[in-house]
């Protein structure tokens, strides 16, 4: 049973461009959740997406959008990047609001 | 203030010692809580769900006080491979159906020989 799943491993981009992160939830789950982990601390809440809405939303500029498919899969993006955007993004997986199991995470370096 | 505050550590154990790891946090709405474990350059690992009539796996014992809003997490008998990052999280449930876990910034653990 694949756990959760996410792509690309490691990202480098230069500021001012756009990213999309995807994420592959696991095996009979339904929720996703993403989060942005900076050097030094704990993941911080993006949004989380059921049934392919966005149902809560963390403290993040609408510069970071997100989409979930109807195969519970789903896709982060992040325009304009900043400097500051580097960091470990994190996508967790759920059934509705259960116990998060998260997958290996997208580095992401801004130039 | 953080919503949920840790200490940083690190804590320096050597092997077989008793460690014990607390966290505060602020908002009172918190539903569900949970430790999880972070190896460096890793995704957190769940480790344990923490209930108010605290709960027992193996080594690891968890309490929740919610009148304290206070976590614990206590390990007995430090192994090695427990050294890691301890990340203390809070649930918040939304409107019945949307959730929201908020991290402290972990407690860092190294067990020594």
């Known amino acids: 049973d694949a756990g959760v799943t996410q792509s690309p491993t490691h990202l480098i981009k230069t500021r001012g461009q756009q990213v999309t992160l995807r994420c592959s939830p696991k095996?009979?789950?339904?929720?996703v959740s993403w989060y942005q982990q900076a050097l030094g601390q704990g993941p911080q809440f993006i949004f989380q997406?059921?049934?392919?809405?966005?149902?809560q939303r963390g403290n993040f500029p609408d510069r970071f959008s997100g989409h979930q498919f109807p195969n519970y899969s789903s896709e982060l993006n992040v325009n304009a990047l900043l400097l500051g955007d580097s960091a470990l993004y994190l996508c967790?997986?759920?059934?509705?609001?259960?116990?998060?199991?998260f997958g290996p995470g997208t580095r992401l370096t801004v130039t | 203030r953080k919503e949920v505050e840790q200490d940083p550590g690190p804590f320096n154990v050597p092997e077989g010692a008793t460690v014990a790891f607390n966290c505060t946090y602020s908002?009172?709405?918190?539903?569900?809580f949970f430790w999880y474990r972070q190896d460096c350059r890793k995704e957190p690992k769940l480790l344990m769900s923490?209930?108010?009539s605290g709960n027992e796996d193996g080594r690891f014992t968890a309490q929740l006080n919610r009148a304290s809003q206070y976590i614990s997490l206590l390990i007995r008998d430090s192994k090695l491979s427990d050294s890691a990052t301890y990340l203390c999280?809070?649930?918040?449930?939304?409107?019945?159906?949307?959730?929201?876990?908020?991290f402290g910034t972990g407690t860092r653990l190294q067990v020594t020989l």
């Open positions: 967790a997986s759920s059934f509705d609001r259960d116990e998060q199991y």
């Open positions: 095996s009979g789950h339904d929720t």
């Open positions: 997406y059921y049934e392919e809405e966005e149902r």
């Open positions: 908002n009172s709405a918190s539903q569900s």
């Open positions: 923490v209930y108010s």
């Open positions: 999280v809070v649930n918040i449930m939304y409107y019945g159906t949307a959730s929201k876990l908020t």
